[in-house]
């Protein structure tokens, strides 16, 4: 069955410090990979997607994410952490069965970050 | 321009009360979608729409009944309300059931007494 696992409950790191969360997958066909951010209160905000081609991919505010196909892994980076990146993490692989798809999430990270 | 919104933010109410969550979105999507997210923050599909169609059922209760009078608008109404029901209920938009990016409303945060 389809699945993402992110092993990482809760995260901390110091403000300018790198970061990076785990992400591993399990899908039978080639996956569609997204990382979602959500802020206190807040939506998910879409920060980067991988469908093909290019494996690291670039996303918004910062952050990059690699696709290893071999590790079944979609990690999350960001080089230098500021205090406003504080939020829950979600990585998810899109299920594209016939004429539906969804999304899979994997139970999230809490990335916090100290002064 | 809000993409996509939700009403209400913030819904309470008693065990066994009848209610409503709406979403639109004015992206021009033809697929939108209910989701789930329990207490541990764990998210998971409910239901998706196509061009009002429904396409996905995620062995959700059927006393969870979603409506989409145009493919702008899914509403989602719940009978008879249970205390784990309680969770925050997202709406989502894609542009086809092709797979892409699912744009995420701000949430409805339900909490039955």
């Known amino acids: 069955a389809q699945s993402v696992t992110q092993p990482d409950i809760h995260i901390t790191v110091s403000e300018g410090a790198s970061l990076e969360l785990r992400c591993n997958y399990s899908y039978g066909a080639t996956p569609y990979l997204f990382w979602y951010v959500q802020s206190p209160g807040q939506g998910l905000q879409l920060l980067l997607k991988y469908f093909s081609g290019d494996t690291l991919v670039q996303g918004i505010k910062g952050f990059e994410a690699e696709f290893k196909r071999s590790q079944s892994s979609f990690n999350l980076r960001k080089p230098s952490v500021h205090w406003s990146d504080a939020a829950e993490y979600f990585c998810?692989?899109?299920?594209?069965?016939?004429?539906?798809?969804?999304?899979?999430f994997g139970t999230g990270t809490l990335l916090a970050v100290q002064p | 321009d809000t993409a996509v919104s939700q009403t209400p933010k913030y819904l309470v109410t008693q065990m066994g009360n009848d209610k409503s969550i709406k979403c639109e979105q004015n992206l021009g999507h033809d697929t939108m979608y209910w989701y789930k997210q329990d207490s541990k923050k764990f998210l998971k599909i409910m239901f998706s729409y196509n061009n009002k169609e429904l396409i996905i059922n995620e062995t959700v209760p059927n006393r969870f009944s979603p409506k989409s009078p145009d493919k702008a608008h899914l509403n989602l109404h719940i009978n008879s309300l249970e205390l784990g029901d309680s969770a925050v209920y997202f709406c989502a938009s894609s542009q086809s059931t092709e797979m892409d990016i699912q744009y995420f409303g701000a949430g409805t945060r339900l909490s039955v007494l």
């Open positions: 998810a692989v899109g299920d594209h069965g016939g004429a539906t798809n969804k999304l899979i």
